[in-house]
């Protein structure tokens, strides 16, 4: 590549030149000059910029053990911190330690050699240590560096991402206490390549090291780290001193600590501690939310055949977090929407949340992508990590819903512009890995490959990559080698197509039975853009529903169009093409309605039930279709019955039958989520209806906060005042999950007297639930109030939006805030072209308010020309003092955005 680049600039540099000279001169074989008109040289177009090749960090040195010491400044937000780094030569001698550290204040650097330090040269800029070793050192020759710093997290220059939005590495929340709503806490985020913002390192992920830290805190926090709590020692000064030990190397990015008031609720794993870390006021509630974990590592750890390598499992959950959730080896870190009552995990757990981070233990953190380009090797994982935990637990039905929820999250990605190679070297940032590709899709790449290879060959591969390179960072060909270690296949097909190339198949598929011949023909056209995408091979089975019998059939397509005849003595009532619904593609499938209906009533899956129903909800007038749906609203699983409920909506014609089998889920319904969208489809499709109030108020008494939720909005469509007051005896809970219906309804059927109810519930708002709250607050002020309430609102909103860490959050603030100014800029306009029309009729003697406009000719009514003159100019009084309070209003509003502006360039 360097020799490419090279003439590339050297081709550049003598053209330029050349082109300096308006007449120039060449010779030609026989050596006699040439005049030349450079103006008639046709000069070949500039060449595009190659794109930058991301390859993994060559590795000069490896980190072999890292020793912190750290002690903590709230006030200045500062780390004080001594770090004892062990390191060798990769391969080749080196006489230099390039270590990453930004934005620190570096005391000393030194060589520790027999007890003793000797200060090393060292130079420091753009964020990197070069240290000049005090001699050259071979590869089997380790040598320790330590390093006497103060870490300023706050005073580094920050990015972030979508899916992590800052890089900051260490965060200090609310340390001086000044927020009474939120716990002083301080916690780390290493990933991507953060950790060094807080200690020195080679922050990259094919390193590997051993850690030990000592923290010094007050000692009425917990602490918590990677690896063992060694001891806890109190110092004389208040402080306490915790010594944590991590024994086996992992990746830099995954080293980190959290400190806080924190209640630890114990739990265990055959011998080893599971514990999770919560607010104080949620330990009764932390084994609800965590209490499988242990189930969940003994699951994982016999299917994958190799055990939880770590010697504990601890889970935090934290506040103001810069992402999800952070796979920190042995201590995940969680962000604060984890945190939830018994009462709300009844409408939503986040159980896959924790069953990404557990499995990717295994995935990511045992066995580490080499490099940023490799990021589906954790994430992909993980992605499926969900998937297995959902099979085992809830069953295929719930996988297969998330797998399918996860697949559109893909599609969608792909179909707004963004088609990648999973494995991909080239990218702007390393933060845009971070996406659907890597996640979703991968996760269904995973699942394609276990279904084409089997389950006993699946896992087995996956043993044996594991066992193969723990501890050690990997690429994608190290997974396709133990793949084919395994079964003995060549599956570079399949890793090129799915890992290494961009696209999905997008495919037709129709049906046609010859009686005569006795063979039913399936013919199946990929129809992607062959210039963007390539062909793709596709082994898949068939199921052929005939004579009361299912025959499977297995296929390969490997063409653009391709027919497959089947023998069959009858006609199949249904032909099932991918019948494992495993391929991640797009398709158009030309069943009839009779066959829809029978793939709803016959085929077992999930997803064939789903595509049945989806089809059908767009022929419900036809024979069979609107009675498939309808009896799906009794169907096993949940979202089957909802997905039924919804594909009725807008079609029940006030069918009683309906009305009181919506009645009857309303009321029965196992599920909380399929309980709340009957009371949301009755209200929707049969209106005012008054035997449906019993129904409303009796879900006032349901569990779910969700339920309640619905049934106010019935209420509220049947009688506003009804409604609103059965909505006052929620008001003093503290549960988000009731207070956002509860702002809704304030939004949309309030008043001024409403908001202190928005005033005394904004406190409860944490970062990751206020854009609702929000987006609530600025429709109530915007719609529901007079402008002596809007003023106390706009500080509130002001407020919200500055502190605010999540940017959707923020976002949301803006666009609340937004919002109001439009509408006060809206009626500046219309109330000036008021008092415009009164100036030009008062002038004219016209009646503004006249539907013809006629004016009067002055003088013909004297005593009615003064009167008129005397109203408008009265009017235009009336609309003066309003537009001059609707300007003050908008400086109001553009004062509070612009103090927001403000901080947010400050931060």
Not at 258 to 269: E, L, N, R, T
Not at 398 to 406: I, L, P, S
Not at 421 to 444: C, P, T, V, W
Not at 688 to 708: F, G, H, Q, R, T
Request: with cysteine.
């Amino acid at each position: 590549m360097k020799k490419v680049l090279l003439s590339l600039l050297v081709s550049s540099f003598l053209f330029t030149s050349c082109k300096e000279f308006k007449g120039s001169a060449k010779n030609n074989k026989d050596n006699k000059t040439v005049a030349v008109n450079l103006d008639t040289v046709k000069v070949k177009p500039k060449l595009p910029e190659p794109l930058v090749y991301r390859a993994a960090a060559t590795r000069y040195n490896d980190l072999v053990h890292t020793k912190l010491d750290v002690r903590f400044d709230y006030e200045k937000c500062y780390l004080f911190g001594k770090a004892t780094i062990t390191a060798h030569p990769h391969f080749y001698p080196q006489t230099t330690l390039i270590l990453d550290a930004r934005g620190m204040e570096l005391q000393e650097v030194s060589l520790i050699e027999a007890g003793s330090h000797k200060k090393l040269e060292y130079s420091y800029a753009n964020d990197v240590i070069t240290i000049q070793l005090d001699k050259e050192y071979k590869k089997d020759q380790n040598f320790t560096v330590f390093i006497e710093y103060v870490a300023k997290p706050n005073e580094v220059k920050t990015g972030g991402s979508s899916a992590i939005s800052s890089d900051k590495g260490l965060y200090f929340i609310n340390p001086l206490g000044k927020d009474k709503t939120k716990p002083i806490q301080i916690w780390t985020q290493g990933e991507t390549q953060s950790n060094s913002v807080w200690f020195p390192t080679i922050d990259r992920t094919d390193q590997r090291q051993t850690d030990e830290i000592f923290m010094t805190v007050p000692k009425k926090y917990v602490t918590l780290s990677n690896g063992d709590l060694i001891s806890s020692t109190e110092n004389a000064d208040g402080t306490r001193t915790d010594y944590w030990n991590m024994k086996l190397p992992h990746a830099p990015y995954l080293v980190m600590m959290a400190v806080g008031d924190f209640s630890i609720v114990k739990d265990k794993w055959r011998d080893r501690e599971v514990n999770y870390y919560v607010e104080p006021e949620f330990a009764k509630y932390a084994k609800s939310i965590f209490g499988n974990t242990p189930e969940m590592i003994e699951f994982f750890s016999k299917k994958l055949g190799v055990d939880y390598a770590w010697p504990k499992y601890s889970q935090i959950v934290v506040r103001d977090y810069v992402s999800g959730a952070m796979e920190n080896t042995s201590a995940t870190l969680h962000g604060e929407f984890l945190q939830q009552t018994d009462r709300e995990l009844l409408d939503h757990d986040n159980e896959v949340v924790v069953s990404h981070e557990l499995f990717h233990q295994w995935f990511g953190d045992l066995v580490t992508c080499e490099s940023w380009s490799n990021l589906p090797l954790n994430e992909s994982f993980a992605t499926y990590g969900e998937y297995l935990w959902e099979e085992y637990k809830r069953g295929r039905d719930a996988a297969d819903m998330h797998g399918y929820m996860n697949n559109s999250v893909y599609l969608r990605e792909s179909k707004n512009g963004k088609d990648v190679n999973l494995i991909r070297f080239q990218y702007d940032d390393k933060e845009d890995m971070f996406d659907a590709h890597s996640y979703q899709k991968g996760g269904a790449v995973l699942h394609m490959l276990r279904k084409y290879v089997g389950d006993d060959a699946f896992f087995a591969s996956l043993k044996y990559y594991l066992e193969t390179n723990k501890f050690t960072p990997v690429e994608i060909h190290q997974l396709r080698l133990a793949f084919e270690h395994v079964t003995g296949e060549d599956l570079n097909w399949f890793f090129n197509q799915w890992f290494l190339s961009p696209g999905h198949p997008d495919l037709s598929i129709k049906y046609a039975y010859d009686p005569a011949a006795k063979k039913e023909t399936v013919s199946i056209a990929q129809t992607q853009d062959f210039t963007r995408f390539s062909l793709f091979r596709i082994p898949m089975y068939v199921d052929i529903y005939a004579g009361g019998k299912i025959i499977r059939k297995n296929i390969n397509i490997t063409k653009a169009e391709e027919d497959f005849t089947f023998d069959s003595d009858v006609q199949p009532d249904l032909v099932n093409v991918d019948a494992e619904k495993m391929l991640l593609c797009t398709k158009k499938d030309n069943h009839s309605v009779d066959e829809w209906v029978y793939m709803y009533n016959h085929a077992p899956l999930y997803l064939d039930r789903l595509e049945a129903l989806q089809a059908l909800s767009k022929n419900s007038t036809v024979a069979g279709a609107k009675e498939t749906l309808q009896k799906a609203m009794d169907d096993k699983f949940w979202k089957l019955r909802e997905t039924a409920m919804r594909s009725l909506d807008g079609k029940m014609n006030n069918d009683p039958v309906l009305e009181q089998k919506l009645i009857a889920i309303a009321g029965n319904d196992e599920k909380a989520e399929v309980r709340a969208y009957a009371l949301e489809s009755l209200s929707r499709n049969f209106g005012k209806d008054e035997k449906l109030l019993p129904i409303y108020k009796n879900s006032m008494n349901d569990k779910s906060y969700a339920v309640i939720g619905e049934g106010l909005n019935g209420i509220l469509k049947q009688n506003p005042a009804m409604g609103l007051e059965a909505a006052k005896a929620f008001k003093d809970e503290t549960s988000t999950y009731i207070l956002s219906p509860l702002c809704s309804i304030y939004a949309n059927y309030g008043s001024d007297g409403d908001f202190a109810f928005f005033q005394h519930v904004a406190p409860l708002y944490r970062s990751w639930d206020q854009t609702a709250f929000l987006g609530s607050l600025g429709s109530f002020l915007k719609d529901r109030c007079k402008d002596e309430t809007v003023v106390q609102g706009i500080p509130l909103l002001v407020d919200m939006t500055r502190n605010a860490s999540n940017k959707y959050v923020k976002y949301y603030g803006f666009s609340a805030l937004n919002g109001l100014l439009n509408h006060y800029q809206d009626l500046q306009d219309k109330t000036q072209h008021k008092i415009d029309e009164l100036k030009a009729a008062t002038a004219s003697g016209t009646d503004p308010k006249s539907k013809d406009g006629a004016a009067r000719k002055k003088g013909e009514d004297a005593v009615a020309d003064d009167a008129m003159k005397s109203k408008n100019i009265n009017d235009q009084k009336m609309l003066e003092d309003k537009l001059s309070s609707y300007k003050e209003m908008t400086r109001l509003i553009n004062d509070g955005i612009a103090t927001v502006k403000k901080h947010d360039d400050s931060e």
